[in-house]
């Protein structure tokens, strides 16, 4: 007779494993956006790094994660997958940001900072022409965005300061915008500067500006040199109001068109040339203003700065004599016509008015509108009287 032993065998313990999922966020590296659901956000982000994820990253890599969600199920991280995914890109950032509206104040994982632009003013020539504030901020972001990275690097070199630099300038402004924004994406801080002064006025920055803007980044001005302002102040010209042209246009056409609204401004006028086309546009504005003040800056702050203030033919002059060299600001005199209490003036002269400023190359809608607005006189008058000197 056998006895089988009989023995007392443990209870296996068994762990409980709760499986999470998540939504996710992801920007490639053009600055496009992605939106997913994984169980396992490192190994699902390793596989995209490696080209083998989905169809939409691939060839956009490196990726990274900008935002998460949990879910203790499947069901519902998909769900609200597919909820982003209807989502505006505006929106998605929204998200990434962190606004309570979107994100229904879920649990949030990632990088979530959001960047920011700084618009930076360097000198017009002298180095010493910066601001402390400016000076930190360049030290401090991720990256600097220049108009020459040559020229900026002088000035960082004077200052010691080793941020990285890429180029932004007219040539490239439309596709490295779309290159900046994506850095802001990221979570990096950008500072935006030109070869010298303000970005943006007569200088590239628009485009990226107005991208950041639209799609919620902060943009922050660091205010500090232009020249403009600089020659304003010294002109000797009135400097309560004025108005700024920049460059002149090119285009026959456009330049008598700005031409000829110069003629009535009654404000100060500055604008920007350059010292080839310098002496031929003091020439048009005295064949068209006749013997206007002017105030003609040249190397502001720079070592051989000179101011030459006067009228017209005499500045026309000097500059005649004196091989002119460097950037020109003009400051020119507005009109000094005074406003008279006269009759209304007559609809042969108005319409006479509408007729030189198209033979000038004025689109007809726009010289009744400036006939208009010179001489006070409603615009539907105006029409009329085009209409009543045409029939006659």
């Known amino acids: 007779m056998y006895i089988i032993p009989i023995y007392r065998i443990p209870l296996m313990e068994v762990a409980v494993m709760t499986v999470k999922f ?7 590296s053009d600055g496009s956006l992605y939106t997913g659901y994984t169980n396992n956000l490192e190994k699902r982000i390793t596989k995209h790094n490696s080209g083998k994820g989905a169809k939409f990253t691939r060839g956009r890599g490196p990726v990274q994660l900008m935002f998460s969600e949990e ?16 989502l505006t890109r505006h929106k998605k950032l929204k998200i990434i940001k ?4 979107m994100t229904g104040n879920k649990q949030m994982t990632g990088n979530n900072k959001r960047g920011t632009l700084y618009l930076c003013a360097t000198p017009i ?7 402390l504030r400016a000076l930190r901020i360049l030290r401090e972001v991720s990256l600097i965005a220049a108009e ?3 020229h900026t690097r002088k000035l960082l070199s004077y200052y010691g300061i080793h941020t990285p630099l890429t180029s932004y300038h007219e040539h490239n402004e439309k596709g490295k915008a779309r290159f900046l924004i994506a850095e802001l994406d990221a979570g990096k801080d950008v500072a935006l500067v030109s070869d010298a002064g303000t970005p943006g006025i007569s200088d590239p920055g628009y485009e990226v500006v107005s991208q950041a803007l639209e799609e919620g980044f902060a943009v922050t001005p660091v205010p500090g040199p232009a020249a403009l302002i600089t020659a304003l102040t010294c002109s000797g010209l009135p400097t309560d109001r004025f108005v700024f042209e920049g460059f002149l246009p090119r285009v026959k056409k456009e330049r008598n068109r700005v031409l000829a609204r110069m ?29 206007r003040r002017v ?27 004196n091989n002119p060299k460097g950037e020109f600001v003009i400051v020119l005199e507005g009109t000094k016509t005074e406003p008279t209490e006269s009759s209304p003036p007559k609809a042969t002269d108005l319409s006479q008015m509408v007729a ?8 007809k809608k726009e010289a009744i509108r400036e006939v208009a607005r010179q001489t006070g006189t409603a615009k539907n008058k105006v029409y009329a009287a085009v209409l009543e000197t045409k029939s006659e």
């Open 125 to 131: 020539g002298n180095l010493e022409d910066i601001t």
């Open 356 to 363: 030189n400023l198209v033979a000038g190359g004025w689109d």
């Open 295 to 321: 105030a003609v800056a040249r190397e502001l702050t720079k070592i051989h700065e000179e101011v030459v203030r006067g009228v017209l033919p005499d500045v026309i002059s000097h500059f005649q004599a």
């Open 148 to 150: 020459d990275t040559r």
């Open 98 to 101: 962190g606004d309570k509206e």
């Open 263 to 291: 003629k009535s401004e009654d404000r100060t006028q500055i604008l920007y040339e350059s010292p080839r086309r310098i002496i031929k546009t003091l020439q048009e504005l005295q064949e068209l203003l006749g013997d």
């Open 22 to 28: 998540y939504t996710y966020i992801l920007q490639c």
């Open 71 to 86: 879910f203790p199920s499947k069901e519902q991280a998909m769900a609200r997958e597919t909820e982003i995914k209807k």
